[in-house]
């Protein structure tokens, strides 16, 4: 492909694909910038400009041209619920992105009427109400009204859920169901359940309620994940750490990424944690898999990194800030026999801690087992969320070797959260850059699916701006991060916590040949427009998993979506609103302010905050 004079020529070591005419954001310290690379079996073999490349470009070599684009290292998600999210994203209904709730339950109303009877339609995370004009969640008798007939299931967060009355039904929810541990079923007056659950402080009610949900086919689960992939992908993604999670048995629940890596179909570089699911059962399940599994075991697609994040439940800390902070019991003994089998068998971890009052519990436990010379033991492990973390909790931390993943879950719980526990405690929730002034490796993610969005240009914007996405900005700009900061904490600090900064989070030779071309500067676009980045094409390891606008059909084609009712055939993943666009997205979108414009008038004049007016207005028939 001859471009701007690079001519192809038969060449000893061509490379697959070489990225010219770029402004390559390198992330290494030694080479910051770049203008072209070469990727030859999956590694980057050049760095440099387009004279450097030219050499490399053989017959067979995909030439992109960058056309002055931004080119950034593959972006790493360091705490994402990557494959609990494939295994069901096809049959989810994403608000991502979505900015009224009018237009959810269009979206909604339209979905209730493709599904086939004996399937849901299910809203799982990714949105708040901050984020819609009208700042509320759906009612149940909304849902009632968009589908009197499919259950409909609308997870709000780690707070609640909303359900229609067909729903109600199909999980057999009555006047006579009792309250479960933690968890409440609102109900009317006649005690039937009015269709609002909530989690009090305990999600285990949410995640049991969408449990009893039907699910997918193997065959439709692989197909379901690599379409998941595709859309993280598509925002630049090349990684991401998978942290387990409830509802995630090892090994049924991951034989489908299992698969797909051993069939060379994964798209996405993942390492895995192992989390125990039945309580009173831990030191079993831990002991089954250390005799089994080994850290480390797998290959640069798919790799075992460690157990977590819990690993006793009577540990974990629930994150439901429109709760008070859940008390724990003693849980001292069964966590330090936990930690203690890890240590010695070679194991790293994480651990879910929300407040510093876990934290300093768990770091006691770590400090007695390090006065025996048994702790870290070389071993990775980290503390993953930690919104009130002290000064002194990091200062521990650091003394022990442990790292942060932190998450933008406050982009969706800010507003709660600090009506709770005030603008103070919200500025330092969590203190980025004290962990960071400390050396503390602290890397940046999402907690996607079922909370935060999948989109890492949201936590992205929101590590930079301090602001969730209602617009508050809560985090003061003492707490905030510069651009390159964030990004490297979405790259380097990821690989480091999977011990491959080595080869991952750099474009530098010999490094993956992972990376992203994105729409826009991340380092001089307004602030205001970075949630709206995407990727125009994404390589992972040399292949193009990814392409867009020009490079539209360079990309791996995948099969249609399964099945062919899915929520995602219609509506796709994260709803995009960038400015501009073309003429026609110009004018929906317009047409939907007017609408909302229509709505919030209608709702003034209904509560006696505005009249109607008595005629039309227009100023031309005064004259």
Not at 352 to 371: G, M, N, P
Not at 470 to 490: C, E, F, K, W
Not at 583 to 606: D, K, P, T, Y
Request: with cysteine; hydrophobic share 40%; aromatic share 8%.
């Amino acid at each position: 492909m001859p471009v701007g004079g690079l001519v192809p020529r038969a060449v000893e070591n061509a490379a697959d694909v070489v990225v010219r005419n770029a402004k390559i954001h390198t992330g290494d310290a030694r080479r910051p910038q770049a203008g072209a690379l070469a990727i030859r079996d999956g590694l980057i073999t050049a760095v440099g400009d387009d004279a450097d490349v030219a050499p490399l470009i053989g017959p067979a070599t995909t030439v992109v041209d960058a056309l002055g684009r931004r080119v950034v290292p593959g972006l790493n998600d360091s705490h994402l619920h990557v494959i609990r999210g494939g295994l069901n994203y096809v049959l989810e209904l994403r608000w991502d992105g979505v900015t009224s709730l009018r237009e959810g339950l269009a979206m909604l109303r339209e979905q209730a009427a493709r599904t086939p009877k004996g399937q849901w339609v299910r809203v799982v995370g990714g949105w708040s109400a901050e984020q819609f004009a009208e700042r509320r969640l759906p009612t149940p008798a909304e849902l009632n009204e968009a589908a009197p007939d499919t259950p409909v299931f609308v997870l709000h967060l780690y707070q609640s859920a909303v359900l229609n009355r067909a729903a109600l039904q199909a999980v057999g929810y009555t006047r006579d169901t009792p309250d479960p541990k933690g968890g409440q079923i609102v109900r009317g007056r006649g005690g039937e359940p009015n269709g609002m659950l909530l989690a009090a402080p305990s999600a285990l009610i949410l995640y049991s309620t969408l449990a009893k949900a039907p699910t997918l086919a193997p065959e439709e689960r692989k197909s379901s994940t690599r379409h998941f992939l595709r859309e993280l992908n598509r925002f630049g993604l090349t990684s991401a750490i998978d942290a387990a999670g409830g509802f995630q048995n090892f090994p049924e629940n991951y034989a489908t990424v299992t698969e797909l890596a051993r069939e060379g179909l994964l798209s996405l570089r993942i390492a895995y944690h192992l989390f125990p699911q039945t309580p009173g059962q831990e030191l079993d399940d831990l002991t089954r898999w250390i005799e089994s599994v080994r850290p480390g075991d797998g290959d640069e697609w798919l790799r075992l990194n460690g157990a977590g994040e819990n690993l006793t439940w009577a540990a974990a800390d629930f994150e439901n800030f429109a709760e008070p902070r859940p008390e724990l019991g003693g849980y001292e003994g069964e966590f330090e026999k936990a930690v203690r089998m890890l240590t010695e068998h070679g194991w790293g971890f994480r651990l879910h801690a929300t407040y510093d009052e876990t934290i300093r519990r768990d770091l006691a436990v770590f400090e007695k087992l390090a006065a025996e010379g048994l702790f870290p033991a070389g071993n990775r492990w980290l503390f993953d969320h930690a919104e009130t973390v002290s000064r002194d909790s990091l200062d521990r931390i650091a003394a022990l070797g442990g790292a942060l993943s932190v998450q933008n879950r406050l982009s969706f719980q800010g507003e709660v959260f600090t009506r709770r526990y005030g603008v103070g405690a919200a500025a330092e929730a969590p203190p980025i850059r004290a962990m960071l002034d400390r050396g503390l490796t602290v890397a940046a993610g999402t907690d996607a699916t079922r909370v935060s969005s999948y989109n890492p240009w949201v936590a992205l914007h929101w590590l930079v701006s301090g602001r969730t996405v209602g617009g508050p900005a809560i985090r003061p700009p003492q707490n905030r991060v510069d651009r390159a900061t964030a990004l490297a904490m979405y790259t380097t600090a990821g690989a480091v916590l999977t011990g491959e900064q080595d080869v991952k989070g750099v474009l530098r030779t010999g490094c993956y040949g992972d990376l992203a071309v994105l729409s826009d500067d991340f380092f001089t676009v307004p602030e205001h427009e970075i949630p709206h980045i995407e990727s125009l094409l994404t390589v992972v390891g040399g292949r193009i998993v990814h392409a867009a606008a020009e490079y539209e059909g360079l990309d791996e084609e995948l099969p249609a979506v399964s099945p062919a009712w899915s929520p995602v055939a219609r509506f796709g993943g994260y709803r995009s609103h960038r400015s501009g666009g073309t003429g026609a997205r110009q004018a929906e979108l317009l047409g939907e302010v007017v609408a909302e414009s229509e709505l919030h008038r209608r709702w003034r004049v209904g509560r006696g905050l505005a009249t109607e007016p008595s005629q039309p207005f227009d100023p031309c028939f005064l004259l």
